[in-house]
């Protein structure tokens, strides 16, 4: 039984760590696209150099989100009591 509640611990901060990253990097590219367009508003012939500074930007921020996926689904079907949780809920070997 404990190794179900560890399960469910990893399962809920796995739920939450994607809530907080996803949120924060939807923050994040927001603002950079927001001050990118300002830009190129105020200056329309710098809008290549912008336009590309930030594509690179946003990939860099949606990787921070990529990574947080990561580490939850490390979280979620790595962990070392996956057999114990498997007998559990009769999974077969």
């Known amino acids: 039984m404990n190794a179900l509640q560890f399960f469910v611990a990893c399962v809920t901060?796995?739920?939450?760590g994607i809530a907080?990253?996803?949120?924060g990097c939807g923050l994040g590219q927001g603002m950079?696209?927001?001050a990118a367009v300002e830009g190129i508003a105020r200056n329309p012939e710098?809008?290549?150099?912008?336009?590309?500074?930030m594509l690179i930007g946003l990939a860099m921020i949606e990787s921070l989100c990529i990574y947080a996926?990561?580490?939850?689904l490390i979280l979620?079907?790595?962990?070392p009591q996956a057999a114990e949780i498997a007998k559990l809920l009769g999974a077969a070997h």
Do not use: E
């Open 76 to 79: 979620i079907y790595a962990h």
């Open 13 to 16: 901060a796995a739920g939450f």
């Open 46 to 53: 710098s809008s290549g150099k912008v336009t590309v500074t």
């Open 69 to 72: 996926l990561v580490v939850a």
């Open 32 to 34: 950079g696209l927001k």
């Open 20 to 23: 907080i990253a996803a949120f």
